[in-house]
């Protein structure tokens, strides 16, 4: 189905456009505005108040007000409210993917596939409220008693990335309401539309004003600096690029701030000689091409076992060829736009050096001439070991196969990134997998499985793709603290 121009009208009238500071809806101090763009069309499709650093300090006014009383407040009360939200986003399911796919490009069903799992976050989170315990234990003494209790760690800085308008904005959110902690959180100005009627339907679902304070502006700099600056602060997570998040934890030092950072990826997905190859080309499918490869766990690299090489190469190129690309609200699109110019001419910089390195192009290779930032689908056979489009994020429709001669073979070439987060590994052999994975220095490991992401798990990297986890019991686990009280024998 076909959404038309008045639908698309009509949800972006909807969405909030100020600053949220204390529960208020409100322009920025600086009465300047930012412009939203349609990244298919670069047509403008909102005007939000741009946000700086007066209004960043205003907002961590708010949550800090906040943070005591909500700390206090029953855990299944922020649970139900945690609730409520699942109930309200998925209700509104279609009026969020809509908006994902006008600000960011991505595909409609896709769109809707992330309102499903970012949602889930908000129920998850709902039920690991009333269920994060502490412990009361006899020394081993046998005199003493240790009392151990969780926290919430204070008021916390969210930064979220563009690709996942809604899912990488509950992630953070859906964990800090659940542990009792007040928020700034900073969507990317690329695409802050869907962050903002999230935090509406969050004060719709009964949030308390304050907890949830939203500043999205042109400069992410000035917003997130004075914040770090602030001993009111306590946390800081972000998710985004490595460079960015190396130097936000650098600054975080000056007030010595916990830390989540979901960073940037370079995810191996080897395939190897006794791999199910229909379903290694449908998880490559998948780990590639999912959010047009604008993912942080998108497959980046193809390790493919010399034996297959050539079968699994012609049977992806031959998928990855027949996709549709177009606008994410058309019927029938596979693939959307790049979310920007600048982020396509890089893409297509990585392929022009691999094929001067020699690189073949079996399908696609270059930009889609016409207005917006489309990028053919593209797969390159051949790919040297040592091609640069091997060794960073491509963040784009583009699959690079290299070959490998053993599982030894396999796992040097994967291990050797600075980036490790996901990684994939089609094999039939369970003992393999589990002797690879051992040896994978990547937090996640897909096994015959293509997409890995669910809110029940423990997602994060290791090496320069970051620190904490985000999802399972672990995602609470990020915003609370442990206080240990030492309590005297109470029988002397
Ligand atoms: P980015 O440029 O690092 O931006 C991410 C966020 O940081 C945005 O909100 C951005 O704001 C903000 N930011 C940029 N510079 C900043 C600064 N100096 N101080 C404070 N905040 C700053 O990354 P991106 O291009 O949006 O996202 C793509 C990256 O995110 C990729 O590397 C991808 O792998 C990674 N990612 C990782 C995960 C994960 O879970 N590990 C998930 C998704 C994405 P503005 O956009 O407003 O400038």
């Known amino acids: 189905m076909t959404i038309t121009v008045d639908r698309e009208a009509g949800l972006l009238a909807s969405v909030p456009t100020g600053l949220l500071i204390n529960g208020q809806w409100q322009a920025s101090a600086s009465g300047k505005t930012l412009d ?52 309200l986003v998925t209700e509104r399911a279609e009026d969020f993917a809509l908006l994902m796919t006008l600000e960011m490009g ?36 046998g005199k003493n008693k240790i009392l151990v209790q969780h926290k919430p760690v204070g008021p916390c800085l969210l930064i979220t990335p563009w690709n996942f308008p809604l899912a990488m904005a509950t992630r953070k959110v ?11 959180l900073k969507p990317a100005k690329l695409t802050p539309l869907t962050a903002q009627l999230f935090a509406q339907v969050m004060q719709e679902a009964g949030l308390p004003d304050g907890v949830l304070n939203v500043v999205s502006g042109s400069s992410a700099a000035a917003i997130s600096g004075p914040l770090l600056k602030d001993s009111r602060l306590r946390k800081i997570s972000f998710t985004g690029s490595t460079a960015v998040g190396k ?21 191996p997905f080897i395939v190897f000689g006794d791999a199910d190859l229909e379903a290694a080309v449908d998880g490559a499918m998948a780990a590639k091409m999912r959010n047009m490869g604008e993912a942080c766990t998108a497959a980046n690299r193809f390790l493919v076992h010399e034996s297959v090489a050539g079968e699994f190469t012609a049977k992806l190129a031959e ?37 001067a390195d020699g690189a073949t192009v079996l399908t696609g290779g270059d930009v889609v001439a016409g207005d917006g930032y489309f990028y053919q689908p593209t797969v390159l056979g051949n790919v040297p070991n040592d091609a640069a489009i091997l060794g960073q994020e491509i963040f784009g429709p583009v699959a690079p196969v290299t070959t490998f001669k053993d599982e030894a073979d396999a796992i040097r070439i994967a291990n050797s990134t600075e980036y490790g987060l996901a990684a994939y590994v089609y094999t039939r052999d369970f003992s393999r997998l589990l002797r690879v994975s051992e040896q994978l220095e990547f937090g996640m490991v897909g096994f015959n499985a293509g997409v890995i992401s669910n809110a029940a798990a423990p997602f994060g990297g290791v090496k320069h793709s970051g620190l904490g986890r985000e999802g399972g019991s672990e995602g ?15 029988y002397a």
Not at 113 to 141: K, N, Q
Not at 174 to 184: E, L, S, Y
Request: charged content about 20%; aromatic content about 6%.
């Open 247 to 267: 130097q936000l934890m650098a600054d975080a030092t000056h007030n010595v701030l916990r830390t989540s950072m979901e960073l940037g990826g370079n995810a």
């Open 476 to 490: 609470i686990a990020e915003y609370t603290t442990t206080q240990y009280i030492g309590i005297a024998d109470p």
């Open 36 to 87: 939203v763009h349609d990244p298919a069309t670069g047509k403008v499709l909102a005007s939000i108040a741009d946000g700086g650093s007066e209004d960043a300090l205003a907002a961590l006014d708010a949550a800090s007000a906040a943070q005591a009383g909500w700390a206090r407040t029953a855990p299944r009360v922020r649970g139900e409210i945690l609730r409520k939200a699942f109930e």
């Open 174 to 184: 859906g964990p800090a309401v659940a542990a009792g902690c007040t928020m700034v």
């Open 106 to 141: 991505k595909p409609l069903g896709e769109a809707r596939g992330e309102v499903a799992y970012g949602a889930e976050f908000l129920r998850w989170y709902s039920e690991e409220a009333v269920r994060d315990y502490g412990r009361y234990v006899t020394t081993p003494e």
């Open 319 to 355: 998928r990855i060829g027949a996709l549709t690309v177009g606008r994410g609200t058309e019927a029938g699109t596979d693939v959307g736009p790049m979310i920007e110019q600048k982020a396509r001419e890089g893409i297509h910089a990585l392929v022009t050096a691999a094929v």
